[in-house]
Structure formats: structure tokens, C-alpha cells
């Protein structure tokens, strides 16, 4: 089945759904141990088995689009030194210098072609070989070449640069993001204008991954906001393995969507319609036609915390004063920092208050549902178990 097909078939869904006051439904309602997300040994392990080992988003590609350009982000233990090449490729590093392990650069993004550490004057190019060794007759002999910076796997597509923080080997990216990321490319994000980000503070990673899956708290939170645009509890699913597909239907669906052909649904994105595409373990992805926000959780640095950036980019640049971009840039960041995160954080505090022994998710909720169920099955670390699958009873 076609990207185009597949988008239809969920939309027809989504359209049946409104006409029914039904929604994508699993084939049971599914528990989740409180300790789940407060124990910091099960943290510690879900940071050392998925997030030091699968594929993560490190940067858009537009954050750093010429030669020279570079980013650096710190993520979990590991300091990231993100780089643009004249050969237009982009190169993931650890931003520590080779000589005593030194911050090689404090700053949070510019353009340089080379780097050098501020402790006793190393000298890296933006690839991360080492070029100049300070006053290098006295230092003594040594491999210039064998000693420049630690490098990391990269790959880019479709407007987002990821790495693996500690990869075991050669690292599959088609095998983990093929499917998604062939769906995510048919944005051009790549060629979209970078408008800025934002920064907030959350509880545990998975409370705020939990908020982006599901409509069903829409009109509880969200009232004012995103209630007056789409149904509450009315959603259809589909999955690439452990990444979603999430598609909210507009209380205007019917009408907007009225004379389209059911093989022209999937051209008619926010004019009836939202998507949320997330990519596990720590991405979601809003597409609206003000403006595109990808939501990168950070976890920690405890099992209580996540820093999250609100990354926006936009089609074009503004011709003049980006005014209405920035005004929408902290709109979104209002909405997802007072009316999730705020929720988030109380929720942290009644699970720490051991009120129950588990939170449950219904069968409402079965994108939550496939989203636990693969953090179990890295988890288990046993390759050959079966993986999970998106249910839906039919």
C-alpha cells in the first residue's frame, strides 16, 4: 500500500468515526506499573537499552544548512558537536577535545571551520580531525590523525539529522526509520525556512511522549485552544513498528472535506484534518498551516524530569518581520507548557505519591498502548520475540 493509500484509508476511517461518535479503538484497555515512571533503575535502563541505542534526532536540517554551520546540544551523558561539511553532508560528534577532555565549544550554534579548545589551544576542522597540537615539539610524539574528535553515526533525511549515542556496530537507519521517514520526507522539510525554538521543562519522559499520542484529554485540557478546532476522543491511528501515524479529525471535516474524492483525501491536510507523526522514542511532529513544530523530548536528568524543545520551522521565509511566526512560535509553546507539561508535573507528583500501584490506558488510547509495549520489548532485550503491533478491533 502506497503513503497516498494509506493516508486515505485512515482519513475514510476518521470520517466514519465522526458520522458514528466512534474512534480507533485497541482490543482491550492495557496497565502500566506506576514505578514505571519513577523507579530510576528502570530509567537508567530504558536510557542505556533505547535511548543510547536506537536512532535519535539530534538537529533539523535547517538549523544548520551552509558550510560551517554547527549546532551543539547535550543529550543524556553525551555532549554533541553537530557539523555541516562543504560537501553539504553533516557530521555528528562528541564536542570533547581529544587531549584532556575539555568542552571543545560552549556555544549553542554558529559557523566555523575549525574548532579550538580553550583549555591548551587544540585545533580541530569542522570534520573533527585534529589539526594543530599547541607547541607540538614539546608535547612530545603523537598521531594527530588517530586523535581527532569521536565520532558518531549520522544520517539525514527528509529535514532531520539523527545519530546513535553508543551504536553496537553498524546502525540499520533504513531498517528502524525507512517507512516513516519516507512519509516524513514527502513534507520538503529540508528546504523549509528554520524559524527558531523553544525550551521547556517537563516530568518523566514518558508522562509528555503519553500527552502527544492521544485526542482524548482535549476537551478537559485544552477547552480554549485546540477544542475549539478538533473533536475531543476522536482519532485513528497507523504505525511504521514503533512510530505513529495519528490523524484528528476538525469539527469542520465533513464540510471541508465535501465533494473530495476519497483518493484525494490525504492532499487536504489541516483543511479537515491533523496529523501528529512521532518517531520513538522522543519525537512528534505537528504539521499546521501557520506553522511546523517537531517536539524533541530529553529525559532527565532524573526519572522525574525531561527537557523538551519546540523546534518550528515554516515553508517559507517571511519577506519582512517574522512577527507572525514568532507570535505563533509562543502560542504553541504556551499551549503545550501550561496546558500539558503543567499537567504532566502534577501527574509526576500522584504517581510519586504511590496513590496507585498503576495507570491504565484505554482502549482509546492504542497508540499509549504500542508505545509501552515496545519500551517492554527493548526492554526485554530478545531480538527474536515478536514485536509489537498498532491493535484495532474492527
Not at 514527502?186 to 499520542?213: T, V
Not at 491511528?237 to 484528528?248: R, S
Not at 501527574?347 to 492504542?366: D, M, P, Y
Request: aromatic residues 10%; hydrophobic residues 35%; negative net charge.
Amino acid at each position: 500500500m502506497s503513503i497516498a493509500e494509506n493516508y486515505n484509508r485512515i482519513i475514510a476511517r476518521l470520517i466514519d468515526d465522526v458520522d458514528n461518535n466512534t474512534t480507533h479503538m485497541a482490543n482491550g484497555t492495557m496497565q502500566v506499573p506506576s514505578e514505571a515512571y519513577i523507579d530510576p533503575d528502570m530509567w537508567q535502563q530504558e536510557m542505556d537499552v533505547i535511548f543510547k541505542k536506537v536512532p535519535v534526532f539530534v538537529a533539523m536540517t535547517q538549523e544548520i544548512p551552509n558550510a560551517g554551520d554547527y549546532k551543539t546540544l547535550q543529550f543524556l551523558d553525551k555532549p554533541l558537536l553537530i557539523t555541516r561539511l562543504a560537501d553539504g553532508t553533516a557530521r555528528v560528534m562528541l564536542n570533547v577535545c581529544s587531549h584532556r577532555a575539555m568542552t571543545l565549544t560552549k556555544e549553542p550554534c554558529g559557523n566555523k571551520s575549525r574548532f579550538t579548545c580553550p583549555y591548551h589551544g587544540w585545533m580541530y576542522s569542522n570534520d573533527g580531525v585534529l589539526r594543530g597540537v599547541a607547541d607540538h615539539e614539546k608535547f612530545g610524539d603523537f598521531d594527530k590523525h588517530a586523535n581527532g574528535l569521536k565520532q558518531l553515526p549520522v544520517y539525514e533525511k527528509g529535514g532531520l539529522i539523527f545519530t546513535v549515542l553508543e551504536a553496537d556496530g553498524e546502525v540499520d537507519f533504513e531498517d528502524y526509520l525507512g517507512g516513516m521517514m519516507d512519509d516524513i520526507s514527502r513534507l520538503g522539510m529540508e528546504n523549509w525556512h528554520y524559524c527558531g525554538s523553544r525550551q521547556i521543562h517537563g516530568a518523566n519522559w514518558k508522562i509528555a511522549y503519553d500527552g502527544f499520542l492521544e485526542g482524548y484529554h482535549f476537551a478537559a485540557a485544552h477547552p480554549d485552544t485546540i477544542a475549539t478546532r478538533t473533536y475531543s476522543n476522536v482519532m485513528e491511528y497507523g504505525n511504521y513498528g514503533p512510530h505513529t501515524l495519528i490523524c484528528f479529525p476538525h469539527l469542520a471535516i465533513k464540510e471541508n472535506l465535501a465533494g473530495v474524492a476519497p483518493e484525494d483525501y490525504e492532499k487536504h491536510e489541516n483543511n479537515g484534518y491533523d496529523w501528529i507523526r512521532t518517531l520513538f522514542p522522543n519525537i512528534s511532529i505537528f504539521v499546521a498551516p501557520e506553522i511546523t513544530m517537531v517536539s524533541q523530548i530529553l529525559p532527565g536528568p532524573g526519572p522525574n524530569q525531561n527537557t523538551t524543545y519546540l523546534n518550528f520551522i515554516h515553508p517559507s521565509k517571511p519577506a519582512g518581520e517574522d512577527a507572525e511566526l514568532q507570535e505563533m512560535m509562543n502560542f504553541l509553546c504556551d499551549v503545550v507548557d501550561t496546558e500539558d507539561y503543567h499537567v504532566g508535573l502534577e501527574i509526576q507528583k500522584g504517581l510519586e505519591a504511590n496513590a496507585h500501584s498503576h495507570v491504565t490506558f484505554g482502549r482509546n488510547e492504542a497508540a499509549n498502548q504500542l508505545f509501552h509495549k515496545w519500551i517492554e520489548w527493548y526492554l526485554a532485550k530478545d531480538p527474536s520475540a515478536p514485536k509489537p503491533e498498532l491493535e484495532r478491533c474492527d
